[in-house]
């Protein structure tokens, strides 16, 4: 048989045996349902450890020695129009005499709010938050963040002109990161190092908005955070910056398994970034031996990672 | 998902589920098996709808979750290698449907090939997605695919030798 007969043979085998059995027709109902219903537990767990680490932090109800005042920035934050929140007091008066442009998204994002009144979820505004500031402290991905969408993240222009302030390093403690770990509490990175203060986001309990964020000053010790995830995305973002193109092979074989070398080659565990300008970490998983985090390393998508028990990236991008 | 997201997804599980089980049938060998891919490509894809709708092709991202979740289902059984039987085609024995036959022992070699070369056969000769194609799916170049599928059918080739040597015996008996 020659090559190209084998290759028709294979064709045709192929057709022959997907028709012997017919395809199952899949309920959308039950799909739509069965997401729901697991995005509404990561959801109660999300805000269950935000709950449990801001009463641990303390700073809703009482002052703490080692929290310090949030850098006051100065008042210089993009003129922006808040979209009014289904609680804000913003009259709609307020918003007509808004930019034709910013009326446009206020009014985009009122629809939105009418339409889901619900919470919005505080892990997902901490990452929709914390990702924004990098782009935004990032000169390459600067343009990327829209001030409208990042102050419709805080309860009212006041808190997004305070806390955001004119180059949002407010949220960041005062200081210009490239990397984030968002586990309940933030933790922020320059390079492969942690800083010692950490930001802790207060949120609206009914609208789940950005109502204040304080910085507390962090314990040393390797214990806090994650050495491999900070190591290895921290490491590429570094090599990234200075150019250092051998980085990312010695990188990889100290921070990301053989196996997964071996299946996802020189850009391994990063989804085929090769230059990240920044890493955040958040929503983790564990199992038994391993643990996860979904990260991003400036694209439009997340990707899961998984760790395992040798402190080692064995899985990323589903594989 | 909201609302306004599910007559959209709705349309895409009708309009592709077929032959998103298809390519899983083709990749697992398992009716069962397909359908459990096939149904976590879907929540998968309904999770992340609002990404993949302003994709330019869900249809590329919906068969990129399958093809990877069909590895990881093979990793996980790594080790506990299962090849069908063979369906009790005798030695000697004269198929007059030796087609039939030949076909049949490809789909088995098939499924006994590594989860990474029968995916490039699947989707070079089921899906007919060219080299760029396939190697942006599965995250490898195009000169891994190429590679990988000249392997894959060297030892397809050895399969139907070996028939076409039972046919030749058989009727020389």
């Not at chain 2, 891994?144 to 028939?163: I, Y």
């Given at each position: ?23 199952y027709s899949y309920d959308v109902d039950g799909l739509i349902g069965s997401v729901r219903r697991r995005r509404r537990r990561l959801q109660a767990g999300a805000a269950a450890a935000v ?35 289904p ?25 939105t709010a009418a339409s889901a009144p619900k919470p919005a979820d505080p892990a997902r505004t901490t990452n929709t ?77 009914s609208t789940g ?73 958040d929503n983790?998983s ?8 979904t ?6 998508y997340d990707?899961p ?13 589903g594989? | 998902m909201r609302s306004a997201d599910v007559p959209a997804f709705t349309a895409f599980v009708h309009?592709r589920s ?18 459990d891919l096939v149904q976590s490509t879907l929540e998968q894809v309904c999770r992340h709808w609002r990404k993949i709708r302003s994709?330019?092709?869900p249809?590329?991202y919906a068969?990129?979750i399958?093809?990877?979740l ?104």
């Amino acid at each position: 048989m020659k090559d190209h007969e084998l290759e028709q043979e294979l064709a045709a085998a192929m057709r022959d045996r997907s028709r012997q059995e017919p395809p199952y027709s899949y309920d959308v109902d039950g799909l739509i349902g069965s997401v729901r219903r697991r995005r509404r537990r990561l959801q109660a767990g999300a805000a269950a450890a935000v709950a449990i680490v801001a009463l641990g932090a303390g700073f809703l109800s009482r002052p703490d020695h080692d929290r310090v005042s949030l850098p006051v920035q100065a008042p210089t934050a993009s003129s922006v129009v808040l979209p009014p929140s289904p609680t804000a007091s913003t009259s709609a008066s307020a918003s007509a005499s808004a930019s034709a442009s910013a009326s446009a998204s206020a009014s985009a994002s009122t629809s939105t709010a009418a339409s889901a009144p619900k919470p919005a979820d505080p892990a997902r505004t901490t990452n929709t938050l914390f990702l924004a500031a990098l782009r935004y402290q990032n000169p390459a991905t600067r343009s990327q963040v829209d001030p409208v969408e990042v102050a419709a993240l805080f309860a009212d222009e006041s808190a997004y002109r305070r806390i955001w302030g004119a180059d949002s390093t407010g949220v960041t403690c005062g200081s210009s990161v490239d990397g984030v770990l968002a586990a309940g509490e933030v933790l922020l990175y320059q390079g492969v190092e942690r800083l010692d203060r950490a930001p802790a986001p207060t949120f609206d309990g009914s609208t789940g908005k950005v109502t204040d964020l304080t910085c507390r000053t962090v314990a040393g010790g390797s214990k806090v955070g994650d050495p491999t995830v900070s190591g290895f995305y921290g490491g590429l973002v570094t090599a990234a910056k200075s150019g250092d193109s051998t980085a990312m092979s010695r990188l990889g074989r100290q921070f990301v398994t053989a196996n997964l070398r071996s299946a996802q080659g020189p850009t391994a565990g990063t989804c085929s970034s090769t230059t990240p300008p920044f890493w955040l970490a958040d929503n983790p998983s564990s199992g038994t031996l391993t643990h996860g985090w979904t990260v991003n390393l400036g694209g439009p998508y997340d990707f899961p990672i998984e760790i395992d028990e040798n402190a080692k990236v064995a899985t990323a991008c589903g594989k | 998902m909201r609302s306004a997201d599910v007559p959209a997804f709705t349309a895409f599980v009708h309009a592709r589920s077929s032959a998103l089980f298809r390519t899983a049938l083709l990749l697992t060998g398992e009716r069962h098996v397909a359908d459990d891919l096939v149904q976590s490509t879907l929540e998968q894809v309904c999770r992340h709808w609002r990404k993949i709708r302003s994709a330019d092709a869900p249809e590329a991202y919906a068969r990129r979750i399958l093809v990877n979740l069909a590895n990881d289902r093979w990793r996980k059984l790594r080790g506990h290698k299962e090849v069908p039987l063979d369906d009790g085609v005798e030695d000697g024995f004269v198929d007059p449907y030796k087609g039939l036959v030949v076909r049949d022992a490809l789909m088995r070699e098939l499924q006994s090939l590594p989860i990474g070369m029968r995916t490039v056969l699947v989707l070079r000769y089921f899906e007919d997605l060219d080299d760029a194609e396939i190697g942006h799916l599965m995250n490898i170049s195009a000169g891994s695919v190429r590679s990988q599928v000249a392997r894959g059918l060297s030892k397809l080739r050895s399969t139907v030798d070996a028939q076409a040597v039972h046919s030749r015996s058989g009727g020389a008996a």
